[in-house]
């Protein structure tokens, strides 16, 4: 398979199994629910499909339950390394994809005082989850405290990331729920 046919998705896939391998889809679907589907979502019938694709690519070494349900137990191969490496180098990435529902009714003429709160509650709510998370893997409050001791610089680089973003929605819908009682 060439680096053109791999898409995100793929090297989602590459990445869980990297984590937990050796792993079923169902496994990676688990995993990604507490990682990486806060910041990336991946349909989870897309991760069976694309399991099977890159595995008849070689890039995933594939193995079948004899008995029982035969599930399919994926690992990275060789050539999936390779291609997971070549990616993680290459510092080039797209800027995201922001698909925010409030923002778009907000855009679309939903009163800003009501959907403000509504969009507080969640964001705090999504920032406790996550301020938790960092909590019970006892990692540190900042990026800059934030070392190779305990889980990966990565997970905690990511989670920080992750922090900043309901930070910063908080901040804009409590400013704009003040904004508008004060009118």
């Known amino acids: 398979m060439s680096k053109s ?3 995100d998705t793929s090297y989602a896939v590459l990445g869980l199994l990297e984590l937990c391998e050796p792993a079923t ?3 990676l679907k688990q995993t990604a629910q507490v990682s990486i589907f806060h910041f990336w979502t991946i349909p989870h019938t897309q991760l069976y499909t694309e399991c099977a694709r890159l595995a008849d690519a070689g890039l995933l070494d594939e193995e079948r339950e004899q008995t029982g349900r035969r599930r399919r137990i994926y690992r990275l191969s060789k ?3 390779r291609a997971l490496e070549g990616w993680r180098s290459d510092p080039d990435a ?3 994809e922001l698909r925010d529902p409030g923002l778009l009714k907000l855009f679309c003429g939903a009163d800003p005082a ?3 709160e509504a969009m507080l509650a969640k964001h705090r709510q999504r920032l406790a989850q996550y301020e938790q ?3 019970q893997m006892e990692l540190p409050e900042s990026i800059e405290a934030a ?3 305990g889980p990966p610089l990565a997970v905690q680089l990511t989670l920080e990331s992750g922090i900043g973003h309901e930070r ?3 901040r804009f819908w409590s400013r704009l729920s003040e904004k508008r009682k004060s009118a």
């Open 5 to 7: 046919e791999l898409t």
């Open 114 to 116: 009501a959907l403000a």
């Open 25 to 27: 889809p169902y496994q």
């Open 79 to 81: 050539e999936g390394r």
């Open 168 to 170: 910063e929605y908080i």
């Open 94 to 96: 797209e800027l995201y």
């Open 133 to 135: 998370i960092r909590d």
């Open 147 to 149: 070392d190779q001791t």
